[in-house]
């Protein structure tokens, strides 16, 4: 099977393959679209079975990276890397040159961050060997933590979608049940508590659900029952694919909205939730405050730059919720119809909407 016949492929610019023999080198590089600029997107590294798993993660990740650059109104394309490879065995500072220098010769028209299997430490040892790289802490340039305007962002969309589905400016007095408390889950339940709302909560990581409890009053369920939980609004901020058929009958949630990702099984749950009334923020518009950090080191944006950019979160969601009202579809219908309208302009066009 070729590349042009993989399920996956969406017409994109190029997908390139890797190999060095020395250094034990295998990586693949999808690039979506450069519609709006250089294609951003993190480098995965993975134990992949086989290489069509690797190109699939490749091509579906680098699209995704499209329309989340698009909708944050970003001027940055959709790309993604993966490295073929286990995380905790097989890295060494001779592949990851080896990686930089693949990187190099798409001459800056993907430009790599940190996904899963890479770590902070990581990205240093790349960045000796490319300057095609963001989204880490690097010395004169904005800090590469992700997690603060990524839940800033969740919070603003959050309240947006209250605001849309029950009327209501404020999430004080309603009942929010946070699923997952990493650094993003925690500072979102943070902002939400200091506004007064009610908290139930469930993450794997015991200590974790004990400081949500002990600091804002949360209710502590096990993990597998917070999706279904009796509340007003369902944040997810843990892994993907939590409303699919057996979920969504089960909601109690009237809204939805958290930094997962994927949080869909399949497109069409986007049309379950809208005919049960149930309000769902695209992930990939609401936990946009991460790109736009990456962003802001690429282009050398200040923090007060990072933050203009992602309170506007609020405004493309309202933009999508009326859309998606006026034109009865679902909302993660809009949202790619939006984000595809973006990368169809020319760069002089997207350039002037920032």
């Known amino acids: 099977m070729s590349v042009f016949e993989a399920p ?14 020395a250094s034990g080198l295998r990586a693949i590089i999808a690039i979506h679209s450069t519609a709006l600029g250089p ?8 134990k992949y079975a086989t290489t069509e798993e690797a190109l699939t993660d490749a091509l579906r990740l680098s699209r995704g990276m499209s329309y989340k650059s698009a909708i944050a109104n970003l001027p940055l394309g959709g790309g993604k890397a993966v490295v073929i490879g286990d995380p905790a065995r097989d890295k060494t500072d001779a592949l990851f040159l080896a990686y930089a220098n693949a990187i190099n010769t798409l001459a800056g ?43 800033l962002g969740v919070f ?27 650094k993003v889950g925690m500072n979102v339940a943070r ?7 009610r908290l139930v909560v469930a993450d794997v990581n015991d200590a974790s659900t004990r400081h949500a409890a002990d600091a804002f009053g949360a209710k502590v369920l096990p993990p597998d029952a917070i999706v279904t939980a009796d509340c007003d609004v369902l944040s997810p901020n843990a ?25 869909l099984a399949r497109d069409e749950h986007g049309k379950a939730l809208q005919a049960r009334g149930i309000l769902y923020a695209p992930d990939y518009a609401i936990n946009g405050g991460g790109i736009i950090r990456v962003a802001a080191q690429i282009y050398d944006w200040n923090d007060a ?19 998606a009202d006026v034109e009865g579809l679902p909302t993660n219908q809009i949202a790619d119809r939006i984000a595809e309208e973006r990368m169809a302009k020319k760069p002089a066009q997207a350039k002037a909407a920032e």
């Open 239 to 263: 892994m993907g694919a939590i409303l699919n058929d057996v979920t969504i009958p089960q909601l109690h949630a009237r809204v939805i909205a958290g930094a997962a990702n994927n949080q």
């Open 191 to 197: 902002r939400l508590h200091e506004e007064g709302a």
């Open 305 to 323: 730059e990072v933050e203009r950019r992602v309170l506007t979160i609020g405004d493309t969601l309202r933009e999508i919720f009326h859309r």
């Open 8 to 21: 996956d492929f969406d017409h994109h610019e190029a997908v390139a393959f890797f190999d060095d023999k």
């Open 39 to 46: 294609a951003c997107g993190g480098t995965r590294m993975f």
């Open 156 to 182: 603003i969309g959050l309240k947006e979608a209250v605001k849309h589905r029950l009327g209501v400016d404020s999430t004080k007095g309603l009942l929010i049940a946070v699923q997952g408390l990493g």
């Open 109 to 151: 028209r993907y430009v790599t961050a940190m996904d899963v299997g890479m770590t902070a430490k990581d990205m240093p040892v790349i960045a000796r060997g490319t300057k095609y790289i963001a989204g880490f802490d690097q010395p004169g340039k904005a800090g590469g933590d992700s997690s603060p305007p990524t839940a």
